[in-house]
């Protein structure tokens, strides 16, 4: 079946600008997270979703981000007045159920604020 | 503070050679160790994961050993080729937050 699916795969901004990284996780999986990774660094969590569940957001850095998630499915970061580090890969990954259950990522969008 | 820290942060391995790869942790509440490889360009995926209930995982090549007591696992990847040429992350989960470690960047040397 489709694995998760991100859009766009690149994308270049000016610092200041507002952004939207898109996610589409694997049907039926009820956990969704977003992390970041920089450049030869881990991953870095950022959001949780869970069902209808409040999300997690204890891993957002500052309150220029933030994320949704329409319809317990499709999901987007958005980061604005972006600024020179955020430049990272944004990965999203989803789990069946999110307990311990295996994450799968997507390919992640390569983000490049000049 | 790192949840979990793992070492080396690179490894040159030659070919047919043992790789092994280790991680520390300190919160004894987690309860699910996966432990990732990514390719450049592409996402993590999940290669092997063990829970805290056993102290050896083996699939094909590769082998997770669990140290409860110490609060370390690691990554042994037997009989090593150039196509495992990746990095990889270990991973630790209480209940549904996942922390990863820095990741290990491995070279097999045909």
């Not at chain 1, 997690?56 to 604005?80: C, N």
């Not at chain 2, 391995?13 to 509440?29: D, F, R």
Request: hydrophobic share 30%; proline share 5%; aromatic share 12%.
């Amino acid at each position: 079946g489709a694995g998760v699916s991100q859009s766009p795969s690149n994308k270049v901004t000016e610092k200041g600008k507002d952004v939207e990284l898109r996610c589409d996780p694997i049907s039926g999986h009820t956990a969704l997270y977003w992390y970041r990774q920089s450049l030869g660094q881990g991953l870095e969590f950022l959001i949780y979703f869970q069902g209808n569940s409040a999300p997690d957001k204890s891993g957002l850095p500052s309150d220029r981000f933030s994320a949704e998630r329409t319809g317990g499915s499709v999901s987007t970061l958005t980061i604005q007045r972006t600024q020179q580090e955020d430049s990272a890969v944004y990965l999203c990954a989803s789990s069946r159920s999110g307990r311990g259950e295996t994450q799968y990522f997507g390919p992640g969008t390569r983000l490049l604020v000049l | 503070q790192q949840q979990v820290k793992q070492s080396p942060q690179s490894l040159i391995v030659q070919k047919g050679g043992i790789s092994i790869i280790n991680c520390a942790y300190e919160n004894t509440a987690f309860d699910y160790f996966p432990w990732y490889q990514q390719f450049p360009g592409k996402g993590p995926a999940l290669l092997i994961a063990i829970r805290p209930d056993v102290s050896e995982k083996k699939e094909g090549r590769f082998t997770i050993s669990f140290n409860k007591s110490a609060k370390q696992f690691s990554l042994h990847i037997m009989d090593s080729q150039p196509g495992d040429s990746a990095t990889y992350f270990c991973a630790a989960s209480n209940f549904n937050k996942f922390y990863f470690g820095s990741g290990t960047k491995l070279n097999v040397k045909p």
